[in-house]
């Protein structure tokens, strides 16, 4: 059985920084991908990061470049999402989303090619 569990979420002022966790697991399985991905109250999930689990590499959105890190933990299939001078417009309930290939460029930010994805974990940016 495969779990994907975010944490982290929460209220934050304007300006302020969370730190989001991802962790994944599923017996013996290897995750190429893991994704992050947010959804806004009225609009479509969208992609914002992703990571190799096995190199580092990663991708963002251009939207969020300079403003969230994605990184890889220590443990196996963790991976955190650095966000930092939050903005209103970047409350969301935020979903980790694993897959079993590195996709590219014009791909990462595609929800059909992850295969399992947490419940979310909503973060809330208001003064």
């Known amino acids: 059985q495969v779990q994907v569990v975010e944490s982290g979420g929460g209220l934050v002022q304007p300006g302020g920084s969370l730190r989001l966790s991802c962790a994944a697991s599923g017996f013996g399985l290897d995750f190429y991908t893991i994704g992050w991905f947010r959804q806004a109250p009225g609009k479509e999930r969208e992609g914002v990061s992703c990571?190799?689990?096995?190199?580092?590499?990663?991708f963002s959105a251009d939207s969020v470049k300079g403003q969230f890190t994605i990184s890889r933990g220590n443990a196996k299939n963790t991976v955190y999402l650095q966000m930092n001078d939050l903005k209103p417009e970047d409350t969301a309930v935020y979903f980790c989303a694993t897959g079993f290939n590195w996709y590219g460029s014009s791909s990462w930010y595609v929800e059909r090619l992850y295969d399992y994805w947490g419940q979310g974990t909503q973060v809330t940016v208001s003064s």
């Open positions: 990571i190799s689990v096995g190199d580092g590499r990663t």
